[in-house]
């Protein structure tokens, strides 16, 4: 298995909300929908060199409370499953339908009294002829999720 991490990120909510919404993923379905109409998320998206056209995956995005399945072009849709969760901790997934194996942790820990940190850990089974051709994108994708689970206004959750 290789091991990615993303760089320890930084977000102003506390630790409780920010696992809360985390843990439960049907919390995440206003995110997505505000990011497919957001202009703000658009530009960033050019500005980082893609097409804005991947949001429109957004819509396909099936959510539950233990699941998240996301259309991927040339490989079909990929689904993980929450298989751990540790209160105020850490949110740990493993794919169910991917092209490869895989486990993520999201961890989280207080920073301040009012803030949270967190890291993001990929750990993928990638052979060494996969891993020559997609291991820097995943060093670099891991790293841009956690820079936009970060960026969650993670103030309101579902019960």
Known sequence: MTKYESSVKHTPWPVEAVYAKLSNLENLRPVIEQAQQSEGVKSQIEQAGQDVSILDNLKDVRLTADSIAIPAPMVGEISMRIIEREANKCVKFETEQSPISANLWI??????????????????????????????K??????????????IPYGTVEA
Do not use: C, S, Y
């Open 107 to 136: 961890q989280v820990l207080p920073d301040t009294a009012a803030g949270t940190k967190m890291r993001l850990t990929l750990k993928a089974d990638l052979n060494p002829m996969i891993k020559m051709m997609i291991g820097k």
């Open 138 to 151: 995943l060093e670099e994708g891991i790293d841009k999720f956690a820079d936009m689970l970060a960026m």
